[in-house]
Every structure is written in structure tokens, then in C-alpha cells.
């Protein structure tokens, strides 16, 4: 479908095979003058770019009108550029992407704000400048000073404004515009708290009056809880297009397996580490190493899924199994495994070993395996330190591994300290609230089906 | 082209409040504020008059006396050219915010600083007609006015297209400018009565389109007849050519504006 056929048919943005490639001029060019430029006549060469950087990359997709839609991506992966291109402050370089009616994009607030003068001025001329006409302006000037909630300060130089105010007057103004297509890029991050719910309440009132929206942002629940349509940018390129939480979710599942990679990297090298000799005890600060007679040794320390899948990011509920790879040099009776959990700076978390829970140790020989199994990962999200051990009943180490295996719990639920209970809440009598919205946490076990493979949707999986 | 002029119409309403932001801006926090329009050129008449008639007397020839007026009447539209090329070279550097986070035809910028200019000039012709009028050398050729006046517009307007978006890429014009600027001065007739260049040199300056529009002001303002209809007339030519190149190279490079700003 051609992009005129698109927007005939309900579409507000439409694009096609849209790219942008920028342009990078190397220091000699940048800093060559004019005289050399017109003396060897390269004066229009030398504009021409040493180096191309492609920003957006074949990226098509259709935005219907009156609907709410989603652009996320890691930073740098053509999200603001894609939105300068829909308004039209920077043009493809291939492609083409159409947008009907009149466009606001929020892009920076204020941008057009000249400090020197008062607000109200500055109101006047950042309203025309978006498009409206002095008499829309004058018409509208009450409703933008009583949003941005500025009517004491109006008349003083813009200047003299807090970052806060200065935003809260550019958004007032660009969202008065009345826009057919408002274009949002992660400027809702500014002001306080009371007036970033004003402006997604003003973007509601917009949604319900059927207006299209296009919104980029790094704020994932804004993203699933206003979009009907989420695009995945990666690199330039979509990665995913569509259901708001099916996007979220594979987008969640991608950066965690980043991140995944990145700790066992880690692992790897704290395997590889060479032992250290035992370090004197330094209390209170939680230091990584290696010690032990290594009369039994530990030889290998993998986490794993209830799959038995080896992954180093769990989600809160899930299973953990600790699976320490051991071997006896020579036969021996006298020993006790143990496992520590701490926080990244150092807390203890939780600790336990084989001879706290009475099991009695009758002989190792040899190689063998010893797994410790959480049904249940009881934690809150953050980064996660743990130490093995295998040590005499008295104390005295074989092998001591402090600090050098690490995993991950991402949670969507921002709840905090240092364990989570299972728990619920009740309500009763006059307290009425409504349930959350159903969902689930992150679905790690695919992680390793291949990159780019999003998880398949699967609605009727019960939240965790 | 057309599409062009036609966006810059579209957009006149936003020149008109930035040039009204411009001159406001201008002089916000000064004391005397708006009256420095008035002042400026008042006391560039008294520096340069001091110059001609104390330090140097009595080297004019008839035709530029009294010497003051004549002076005056070339300086006040060459300070609006000169303004307006020396400060849009900056603009859209200044500018580069709006550029890149606004949709906002770039252009515009550069005419606001022409139109500033011109509000300035515009505030100080009243003083050079009072002048004039004191002087015995108001005529009814000054109703001729708007034509030079057009003329040096869309000539200015035509070299501040290209000044303004070259100096995004070279931003040695903004140091070379000022210098240029300065011969050109020298090279047009403001200090000097034209007819006392010797004849070759004449043939030369000629081809300099401020000659003309010089030449022109002094006649309806200071001479009290017109007679250089000609040369006008071409250099009026001259600038709706120099205007179309100079907004079509601006369009050629709009596209690299947001990137290199």
C-alpha cells in the first residue's frame, strides 16, 4: 500500500521504507575555510559527508488514526530521529512518511523561548510559531497560563523561570495547539510529579477525542498502559511491531539477556581467576576472593532454571538452583557445603550450609555434583553477590569462593528491601480498590531460543 | 522558488512577532531602551561629523555641503545593510535550538534580522527628514524613497540567504565579514561624493550594486531631484536575481542546517 492509500484509509502517519542516514564531516573538512574552499572551487564537494551513520533504517509502518502509539528503544536506536522525521524537522534520506493534519511535537519544551521576555510574550510567539493565529492565541492564552499553573508569574521575563516552569509553560502551549497528530518525545520526565499527571491526563483527554498520538519514551509502563501499538527500534531497524505488552515483554527479554551475557562474562573470568591465598579477614566490607587447601575443590558453580538451564537474570518466584561441580583429591569425611547470598554492596541476604541443617556428612571421594535447589526466589529486584564454600565442620576451608558469582532478579513490581514475602493484600468495609491490571512477569526461559525471537504472546498464562 | 516566497508569506506573521521580540528584547534592561534607535545613529552622525567637519574641514567638494546632512544620508541605509549581513551570519547558529527542535522553516531567522534592521533604519529616517527639512533640502523627490529602499531590501534579503546558511559550514565568514564589509563601505559612496571619483575607478565601482542605491538616497534626500533612474532600475534587477539565487542555495543546504548547527 503506497502511503497516500494508507492515510486515505484512516491512517494519520504512514510510513514506507523510511531512512535516515546523518552525515559526519571529518575535523579537516570542518575547519577548512571558505578561501580554500573557493579557491580549489570544492566548495560543494566539501559539504558532501566523509562518513555516514544510518540513524533509521527501512523502517515502514502505519500509525491509524486516533490511536496511541509507541516508539521505544535503547538509547541511540533511531527513536528521536524517527520522531524528528514525522515532524518533518528533518527529511528522509530514503523512503517517505506522510503525516496528515496539523502536527505538534514536544520534542523540547520551550525550545523556542527567548529568556529576555515575559512569559506572556513568549506565549504569543511560541503559540505562532507552532501555527496558530494571534487571535487563536489571545483565545487560548487563559487556559495555557491556567495550565501551566504560571498566572502570578506571567508577565516576568522568562528567564527568571524555574526549569520546572519553563517546561510547564512550553507544554501548556504546545499542547493547546490542538494538534491532529501530537508527536511526544520523553518530555514528560520534567516538572513534579502533580504536573506529569496533569500532562498524561491532558494526553488522555487527546486519546479520547480521538486525536493520534505518537509518543517515544523510555518509560515501558506509560507505553503499555496508553498504547494500542508499540514499535520496537533497534539499531535503526524494527525489531518488533504491535500488542503493547507482547512488544514490552520481548523488549524486557532482550535487554535482560544483554545483561545476562554481560554477568556471564563475569562468571567466566571469576572461573578463570587464579586462586588467591587467604586474605585476612576485613570485617564489614565485603571483599571478593578465593581460598582454601582445595583438598576438596569447587571446580565449577552454574545457576540454573527449574529447565536446568544455566541463566544468571531471574524473576521474582522463580526457581534457583546453585550447582557446585566438586572434587574430593583424596577421600575425606570431615565436610561441610555452604551457600551466601548478599547484596551487591555487601549485605547478607541469607546463609546456610549443610552442617546448620544437620545433615551428617559420611564421606566424598572423588568427583561429584551438590545442587542447592530454591523452589521459590524470594527477592527483590537487584544484583546479587554469592559465595560457595566447602570447609571442615570447624571451619576450616577447602575451598572458599567469596564474591565471584553474581546473578540478577528483574522485577516489574518496584517493591523494595531485601526479601519478599509471599503476601496479598485484603480489602474490607469502606476501602475499595481496583485490582491491577493482570500480568506477567518477565518470561526469561526463552532467552536462549535465538535473538530477535520475541516470546510468543500467551494470554492466558496467570500472572506470577 | 515560488513555493519558497510563498512558505516565507505564510510565515509572516511569525516574522512579524520575532521582529517585535528582536527590538523589545534589544534593548530590555537598558535605561533608555527604545530611544537608542534614535540615539545610535545620532551619535555615529556626531562621531563621523567630527571626523569630517572639526579634524578634516574643508575638503568637500560643493555638492556635499553641508556635509552633515549629506553624511547622514548615506550612512543610515548603509548601517542597515551592513547590520543586517553582519549579524545574520551568526543567526542561525544563535538559532540552531529552534532549528533542530522546532518545525520551523529556517529561513525565517535570517529575515528577522533584516527586518529588525529595517524597523531600526525606519526609526531613524524621521530624524534624518527632520535634518533634511531644516536643512532646506526636503523636495518632493524624497516620495521616491520606498524605491531605493525596496531595491537594497530584496538585495539584502538575497546575500543574507546565502551568508547566513554558508556561515552553518564556514564559520570563518563571521571574522572575514567584518573586514569585507568595511571595503565595501569604502567602495560605495558615503563618505565621498560620487562624481569626485576619478572616471576609472568609476568604471570599476560601478558594478557595485550599493553604488546605485547610494547614489539614489543622496539624490531624493540631499540633491532634491532624481535623476539615476538607470542605474536604480538595474540594480533593482540585480538584487530579485541576487534574491533568487540566494533562496535557492538557502533550500539546497536546508538540509544539512539542522544536522551542522
Known amino acids: 500500500m503506497s502511503t497516500l492509500a494508507a492515510l486515505a484509509s484512516g491512517v494519520a502517519v504512514s510510513a514506507r521504507d523510511v531512512t535516515k542516514v546523518y552525515r559526519r564531516f571529518l575535523h579537516k573538512h570542518q575547519f577548512r575555510t571558505l578561501k580554500s574552499a573557493l579557491l580549489t572551487g570544492s566548495l560543494l564537494s566539501d559539504l558532501r559527508p566523509d562518513q555516514t551513520f544510518t540513524a533509521v533504517d527501512g523502517v515502514s509502518f502505519d500509525v491509524p488514526r486516533g490511536s496511541t502509539f509507541g516508539v521505544i528503544g535503547e538509547n541511540g536506536s533511531g527513536k528521536s530521529t524517527l520522531l524528528k522525521l514525522a515532524a518533518g524537522i528533518t527529511r528522509p534520506t530514503r523512503g517517505r512518511l506522510v503525516v496528515e493534519g496539523r502536527v505538534s511535537a514536544l520534542i523540547e519544551l520551550g525550545a523556542g523561548f527567548h529568556p529576555e521576555i515575559s512569559g506572556r510574550e513568549n506565549v504569543y510567539i511560541n503559540g505562532i510559531m507552532l501555527g496558530l493565529t494571534r487571535r487563536q492565541v489571545e483565545e487560548r492564552f487563559d487556559e495555557i497560563v491556567a495550565f501551566a499553573e504560571l498566572e502570578r508569574f506571567i508577565d516576568a521575563p522568562v528567564k527568571t523561570y524555574s526549569s520546572g516552569m519553563y517546561a510547564r509553560l512550553g507544554f501548556a502551549v504546545a499542547i493547546h495547539v490542538d494538534p491532529d497528530v501530537l508527536l511526544i518525545d520523553e518530555v514528560l520526565a520534567v516538572g513534579d510529579e502533580a504536573f506529569t499527571r496533569k ?7 487527546f486519546r479520547r477525542r480521538g486525536k493520534t498520538i505518537v509518543i517515544v519514551t523510555h518509560s515501558l509502563a506509560l507505553v503499555e498502559k496508553m498504547c494500542d501499538d508499540v514499535l520496537w527500534l533497534r539499531h535503526g531497524r524494527v525489531a518488533d511491531h504491535g500488542d503493547p505488552k507482547r512488544v514490552v515483554d520481548a523488549y524486557l527479554t532482550y535487554v535482560a539477556g544483554g545483561e545476562d551475557a554481560l554477568l556471564a562474562q563475569e562468571h567466566a573470568q571469576a572461573a578463570e581467576a587464579p586462586a588467591e591465598p587467604a586474605e585476612t579477614e576485613d570485617e564489614g566490607r565485603y571483599r571478593q576472593g578465593r581460598w582454601g587447601s582445595r583438598d576438596v575443590e569447587i571446580t565449577s558453580v552454574r545457576l540454573l532454571d527449574d529447565g536446568g538451564r544455566e541463566r544468571h537474570v531471574f524473576v521474582p518466584g522463580e526457581s534457583l538452583t546453585v550447582e557446585l561441580a566438586v572434587e574430593a583429591r ?46 521459590e526466589l524470594s527477592l527483590v529486584e537487584g ?40 503476601h496479598r493484600w485484603e480489602f474490607a468495609g469502606g476501602v475499595r ?19 530477535g525471537q520475541p516470546p510468543l504472546p500467551d494470554d492466558d498464562k496467570p500472572a506470577r | 522558488m515560488i513555493a519558497q516566497i510563498r512558505t516565507l508569506f505564510r510565515y509572516r506573521l511569525l516574522v512579524q512577532s520575532l521582529v517585535g521580540r528582536e527590538l523589545k528584547a534589544r534593548y530590555r534592561g537598558s535605561v533608555l531602551g527604545f530611544f537608542w534607535s534614535f540615539i545610535n545613529p545620532l551619535l555615529q552622525l556626531l562621531t563621523y561629523g567630527l571626523v569630517f567637519t572639526v579634524i578634516l574641514p574643508g575638503r568637500h567638494s560643493p555638492e556635499m555641503q553641508p556635509y552633515l546632512l549629506f553624511f547622514f544620508c548615506g550612512i543610515l ?24 527542535k522546532v518545525l520551523f522553516p529556517a529561513e525565517v ?8 534592521n529595517l524597523a531600526h533604519f525606519l526609526l531613524g529616517l524621521p530624524i534624518l527628514l527632520a535634518f533634511a ?129
Open chain 1, 199 to 205: 500532562c498524561l491526563d491532558k494526553i488522555g483527554e
Open chain 1, 330 to 375: 583424596q577421600p575425606v569425611e570431615d565436610f561441610v557445603f555452604g551457600i551466601g547470598v548478599f547484596t551487591s554492596d555487601g549485605v547478607s541476604v541469607y546463609g546456610t550450609n549443610t552442617d546448620i541443617e544437620d545433615f551428617k556428612a559420611e564421606g566424598a571421594a572423588g568427583r561429584g555434583t551438590v545442587r542447592f535447589v530454591v523452589q
Open chain 1, 383 to 422: 544484583t546479587y553477590l554469592l559465595d560457595v564454600a566447602a570447609h571442615r565442620r570447624d571451619g576450616t576451608p577447602y575451598d572458599y569462593h567469596r564474591g565471584l558469582y553474581s546473578f540478577r532478579v528483574k522485577s516489574r513490581t518496584k517493591d523494595v528491601g531485601l526479601y519478599r514475602p509471599r
Open chain 1, 433 to 451: 480498590v481496583s485490582p491491577p491490571a493482570p500480568r506477567a512477569e518477565l518470561d526469561l526461559h526463552d532467552l536462549d531460543d535465538g535473538e
Open chain 2, 77 to 100: 541605509p548603509w548601517t542597515f545593510f551592513q547590520s543586517s549581513l553582519v549579524e545574520s551570519s551568526g543567526v542561525l547558529i544563535a538559532g540552531g535550538n529552534l532549528i533542530k
Open chain 2, 109 to 116: 531567522l535570517p529575515v528577522v534580522t533584516v527586518f529588525s
Open chain 2, 133 to 261: 527639512l531644516y536643512a532646506g533640502r526636503l523636495k518632493p523627490a524624497a516620495l521616491l524613497l520606498p524605491l531605493p529602499l525596496l531595491v537594497q531590501l530584496v538585495l539584502t534579503l538575497g546575500l543574507v540567504f546565502v551568508i547566513s546558511a554558508l556561515t552553518v559550514h564556514f564559520r570563518d565568514i563571521q571574522s572575514i565579514l567584518g573586514h569585507l564589509m568595511h571595503l565595501w563601505f569604502f567602495a560605495s559612496p558615503v563618505l565621498y561624493y560620487h562624481q569626485d571619483v576619478p572616471e576609472r575607478v568609476r568604471q570599476v565601482l560601478r558594478f557595485n550594486p550599493m553604488w546605485h542605491i547610494m547614489i539614489s538616497y543622496q539624490e531624493m534626500l540631499f540633491h532634491g531631484s532624481f535623476q539615476h533612474w538607470r542605474g536604480l532600475l538595474l540594480t533593482g534587477a540585480v538584487a530579485l536575481v541576487t534574491f533568487g539565487v540566494g533562496l535557492l542555495f538557502f533550500d539546497r543546504l536546508r538540509d544539512t542546517l539542522a544536522e551542522e548547527v
